[in-house]
């Protein structure tokens, strides 16, 4: 599978604990703000998205919070598993092109 | 239900030759991106079929890189000739709805030009 990148910043968290993620968008006129898992030799994978005139949206175990003010996004994750063990990206879409901007990329790991 | 399924999984070619990669979609699914991570940065999108037509390729690096979707099901994306710096996972994803924040993307091909 794909190889996570050398130079992301990585997260190591004891399992159980809380995550926080964060990302710094460019794009003050995107519509969404979203997070995407990746897992090693996999695709990334939609976990939960907000839209830019919300601050913040809870799903199963993961909050995200948008600070439009100083363009920051974050991702709580709750109870961290070892299965939540991959990187992370944050990324924008304009509503009118339909396309994700992804930015980089945050490793997870949780040690049991 | 299958995902988005890609093939090759793995392509490692000679610069100058040419390399096709394949992506079926979900059936059903309209919408159609590629998007490819070279060296470990970050996910950049390349284009974005709807059905056979193409909505938006203004991610495409050049003309070397060419991408189909004859009859609006399965796509190609070819490049020749391949240079070093091709080199990189190249994802596809496909959706239903127009404007979804959530694509559903296949496992990637891991593109090397040596």
């Known amino acids: 599978g794909e190889s996570v990148g050398l130079h992301l910043p990585t997260l190591s968290v004891q399992e159980g604990d809380n995550s926080i993620i964060n990302c710094a968008y460019s794009?003050?006129?995107?519509?969404?703000f979203i997070w995407y898992k990746q897992e090693s030799g996999k695709g990334p994978q939609f976990i939960i998205d907000i839209r830019s005139n919300m601050d913040k949206r809870q799903g199963q175990r993961v909050t995200v919070l948008l600070n439009k003010t100083v363009k920051h996004l974050s991702l709580q994750i709750a109870a961290t598993q070892p299965g939540d063990s991959a990187v992370y990206f944050c990324a924008e879409m304009k509503a009118s092109s339909y396309k994700l901007i992804f930015g980089s990329g945050t490793r997870l790991l949780v040690r049991p | 239900e299958a995902g988005v399924t890609q093939f090759p999984s793995h392509s490692v070619i000679e610069k100058g030759q040419t390399v096709t990669l394949r992506c079926d979609p979900i059936?059903?699914?309209?919408?159609l991106y590629w998007y490819r991570r070279v060296m470990g940065k970050e996910i950049k999108f390349l284009l974005h079929f709807v059905k056979e037509s193409k909505q938006d390729e203004s991610g495409m690096p050049n003309n070397r890189f060419l991408a189909e979707r004859t009859g609006g099901t399965y796509s190609t994306l070819k490049v020749q000739p391949a240079e070093l710096e091709d080199s990189g996972v190249y994802f596809c994803a496909s959706s239903q709805v127009l404007g979804n924040t959530e694509a559903f993307f296949g496992q990637g091909t891991r593109l090397t030009v040596v």
């Open positions: 059936s059903g699914h309209d919408n």
């Open positions: 794009n003050s006129a995107s519509d969404y």
